[in-house]
């Protein structure tokens, strides 16, 4: 078992280290800990490669159709970015969008929260309240945010998309927007690519098998990657799920119920432990947990 630091300088030859630890255990299937740890050491090339002005035109159109999207069914008070990697899609979309608005991002990996902070700092938004978390377990209360939207997020997580989608439902107040890679309108090549790199698929099928009201469906003009094609698929909340009087926000991953904000971090009732803060970021992973039945929130 090779050690992180190993696994970087592997990165740093310029390997895909997806491909190479599934390798290393025997797997097909993208793991969390895998992409966890791919994204952590890529932290930083997202922002690197949109600061290029050739290449701003087309995050500008993309994330201008993402705010459509949005605005076209609804204008939120607040609004969610699930797996916001550097925040490069939520700073485009943020511009699009009233200025008032409360917005709210996380991130499997620390350290691309930690280039998120700085990519919407350095774009005047700097009110973005960022968090680690992973898809499987929202730090979220239930009906907490306006609109959760993803842009390329359950991308990884093939074979795991039920479960992802459960959790944004879960944690939307009105709807769930999915900008993702779609496989049914890809070309052969590209559903050869998807399938090398464990990519979602079937999403709005199997939002329809959940139960969920899709309301909309389109394919972008602008993908970030041509041999990605990407669509959005809009799923209006129903209504008698809407129940969140106490305007909680931030939850305990674990147990999903509200975190008590402290001079140290979060600390969760339910589950007696304290989610640290790590230079200003909340580390709101179940594995961020550390068990303190007698810290004194007071």
């Known amino acids: 078992m090779k050690t992180p630091n190993q696994i970087k300088k592997i990165y740093d030859s310029g390997q895909n280290i997806i491909k190479f630890l599934k390798s290393q255990n025997n797997t097909t299937q993208n793991t969390k800990d895998m992409i966890a740890l791919s994204y952590d050491l890529q932290a930083g090339t997202y922002t690197n490669k949109w600061r290029d002005p050739n290449l701003k035109p087309l995050l500008e159109k993309y994330t201008k159709e993402i705010s459509d999207v949005i605005l076209s069914i609804y204008n939120p008070k607040t609004i969610l970015e699930a797996g916001i990697g550097e925040a490069t899609t939520m700073g485009g979309v943020l511009k699009n969008l009233d200025k008032d608005i409360e917005s709210y991002g996380f991130d499997i990996s620390w350290s691309r929260v930690k280039y998120a902070k700085k990519w919407l700092e350095s774009h005047n938004f700097q009110n973005t309240k960022l968090c680690t978390g992973d898809m499987f377990n929202m730090p979220f209360c239930d009906n907490s945010i306006d609109v959760v939207y993803t842009a390329h997020s359950i991308e990884p997580n093939g074979g795991k998309e039920k479960e992802i989608i459960e959790e944004l439902y879960r944690v939307a107040k009105y709807y769930v927007i999915l900008v993702e ?118």
């Open 181 to 298: 890679p779609d496989y049914d309108i890809a070309s052969e090549e590209e559903k050869r690519r998807m399938d090398e790199h464990g990519y979602c698929k079937n999403l709005k099928e199997i939002s329809n098998n959940l139960g969920y009201e899709v309301v909309d469906y389109k394919i972008f003009k602008n993908p970030l990657n041509i041999q990605n094609p990407t669509s959005a698929i809009v799923i209006k909340k129903s209504n008698f799920d809407l129940n969140n009087k106490d305007n909680h926000i931030f939850a305990c991953p674990r147990y999903k119920t509200p975190l008590i904000k402290t001079k140290d971090g979060y600390f969760s009732e339910e589950a007696l432990s304290m989610y640290p803060s790590i230079d200003g970021i909340p580390c709101l992973r179940i594995e961020n947990s550390i068990l303190a039945s007698k810290y004194e929130t007071n």
